[in-house]
């Protein structure tokens, strides 16, 4: 419940930062400890990844949808998955490190 809490506070804060390093600099002392352990490190990674490429402000998303004339609905349902990927594949880590 913990893991997903941060996962939850990790994606928030990304979505509001849109950058990946400033917002893994915001959200490493939510960690827990100086030096947090790599599947944390993994988490904050994932949901970064997950938060900036769902995010609907992401400067690169607006700007190829509106090139290319695409329906954002659609382009946002391919992007799910890879996403839902990403944030499975970091399970592994987290339960068995």
């Given at each position: 419940m ?15 930062l ?36 769902l ?34 594949a ?8």
């Open positions: 913990a893991d997903l809490l941060k996962t939850s506070i990790v994606l928030v804060l990304i979505i509001l849109l950058r990946r390093k400033v917002s893994m600099a915001a959200v490493m002392p939510l960690m827990g400890a100086p030096t947090p352990s790599p599947p944390l490190v993994a988490l904050a990674f994932a949901a970064g990844f997950a938060g900036v490429i995010s609907p402000l992401h400067l690169c998303y607006v700007l190829t949808c509106e090139y290319f004339r695409a329906d954002i609905a659609r382009v946002y349902h391919r992007l799910f998955l890879p996403s839902a990927l990403v944030m499975r970091i399970l592994f880590p987290l339960n068995f490190w």
